[in-house]
């Protein structure tokens, strides 16, 4: 990865939590152009609860999250519109429509946000599910695709506006070995071949490693980022044990 790339996600100051509750306090990273960055931590360390604030279903207590520079929290009509358009989310479940097809799944954005003819937009579907290995499971319904085919078909619609950044939650949850490690080169290819920049929560430690550039470890007991860096770097050199046992569970 480039160190001197273009930062595409700046966290500045966040604090987040629920009510009175505090869930991280004050954390401060950045995501450059074309990385794949991973959220990492232990259950109940608030990874999911920062992916929801990153993408701008809450808002925090505290603090700023930049998109291209441009504040996610602070912006409001029009303005918040045009960075939400900046990326796409590809959710735990694939969410996926059960009664439209693979392609017509992937067109819905285009379909809510654009004005192109029919055929444009079905032309545009296509060629991401294309990109994604699914071009012959176009006129499948979801519940005739496979679990990793769901989530294919999930990243097809999520790139479909073509967005500068996609976020992950859990994406090879629920995988079988093979079709994770499928997964995985199909994150890595679009972030190398597009420069799209992924964001991702996982506990998948063969992923972390196969396709995460850097990773953060949240720490339920200070409330923030205990650690980071290059994983494989974390696993053998982080000053805290517990990163490093983390880091070194199932793996040879």
């Known amino acids: 990865?480039?160190?001197?790339?273009?930062?595409?996600?700046?966290?500045?100051?966040?604090?987040?939590?629920?009510?009175?509750?505090?869930?991280?306090?004050?954390?401060?990273?950045?995501?450059?152009?074309g990385e794949v960055?991973?959220?990492?931590?232990?259950?109940?360390?608030?990874?999911?609860?920062?992916?929801k604030h990153l993408i701008g279903l809450y808002q925090p207590m505290q603090g700023d999250v930049l998109i291209s520079g441009a504040s996610l929290v602070r912006a409001e009509g029009d303005d918040r519109l045009r960075i939400?358009?900046?990326?796409?989310?590809?959710?735990?479940?694939?969410a996926?429509?059960?009664?439209?097809?693979a392609v017509e799944n992937v067109r819905l954005p285009l379909d809510e946000f654009t004005d192109l003819s029919e055929v444009a937009k079905d032309l545009i579907a296509l060629s991401k599910l294309r990109l994604v290995g699914l071009e012959s499971a176009a006129t499948k319904l979801p519940a005739d695709l496979s679990g990793g085919m769901?989530?294919?078909?999930?990243?097809?619609?999520?790139?479909?506006?073509?967005?500068?950044?996609?976020?992950l939650d859990e994406p090879s949850a629920g995988l079988d070995p093979i079709t994770s490690a499928g997964l995985d080169a199909l994150i890595r290819e679009l972030a190398r071949g597009l420069g799209i920049t992924f964001v991702m929560v996982t506990h998948e430690l063969a992923s972390i490693y196969a396709?995460?550039?850097?990773?953060?470890?949240?720490?339920?007991?200070?409330r923030g980022i205990a650690a980071e860096g290059a994983p494989?770097?974390?696993?053998?050199?982080?000053?805290?044990?517990?990163v490093r046992q983390f880091l070194n569970r199932e793996v040879a």
């Not at 966290?11 to 450059?32: A, P, S």
């Not at 959220?39 to 609860?49: C, M, V």
């Not at 494989?232 to 517990?242: G, I, K, V």
């Open 150 to 167: 769901q989530k294919r078909a999930g990243i097809a619609r999520a790139i479909v506006m073509d967005p500068c950044v996609l976020f």
């Open 1 to 33: 990865m480039n160190g001197t790339a273009k930062t595409m996600i700046e966290v500045r100051d966040l604090t987040i939590g629920y009510g009175d509750r505090l869930v991280l306090e004050g954390i401060n990273f950045q995501v450059r152009r």
């Open 96 to 101: 996926l429509f059960g009664s439209l097809t």
């Open 37 to 51: 960055f991973a959220i990492l931590g232990a259950s109940g360390s608030g990874k999911s609860t920062l992916l």
């Open 232 to 242: 494989s770097w974390l696993r053998d050199n982080a000053s805290q044990p517990w």
């Open 211 to 222: 396709v995460a550039d850097r990773v953060i470890m949240l720490d339920p007991k200070i």
């Open 84 to 94: 939400l358009r900046k990326f796409g989310v590809l959710y735990q479940g694939g």
